[in-house]
Nanobody, 123 residues
């Protein structure tokens, strides 16, 4: 089992920044990659970014490229999502997730999920 807890959501004005954290515990050594997803009201959950625990390869969804940065601290078993130049369309509940065997963009492939943290961007 892997437990994930997100921190750092909140309300910010457009153009501002937020940093989300995801603390992993449990069998974290078994995770292959970590991902961030988001879900806005009335919309499906969508991929935001992913990072491999080993090596640190990253991948981003097109809407956040150049604005968001995913990073990790292996010693702290923590993954971060630095979000800059936030837009109202970034408003959503943000979830971190752990994938035991893949480095992908499909939520169905991820094995463990956090409870989510709300990010609201005002215009």
């Amino acid at each position: 089992q892997v437990q994930l807890v997100e921190f750092g959501g909140g309300l910010v004005q457009a153009g501002g920044s937020l940093r989300l954290s995801c603390a992993a515990s449990g069998r974290t050594f078994s995770s292959y990659a970590m991902g961030w997803f988001r879900q806005a009201p009335g919309k499906e959950r969508e991929f935001v970014a992913a990072i491999k625990w080993s090596g640190g390869s990253t991948y981003y969804a097109d809407p956040v490229k150049g604005r968001f940065t995913i990073s990790k601290n292996n010693a702290k078993n923590t993954v971060y999502l630095q979000m800059n130049i936030l837009k109202p369309e970034d408003t959503a509940v943000y979830y971190c997730a752990a994938d035991l065997s893949r480095f992908g963009v499909n939520s169905i492939e991820y094995d463990y999920w956090g409870q989510g943290t709300q990010v609201t961007v005002s215009s």
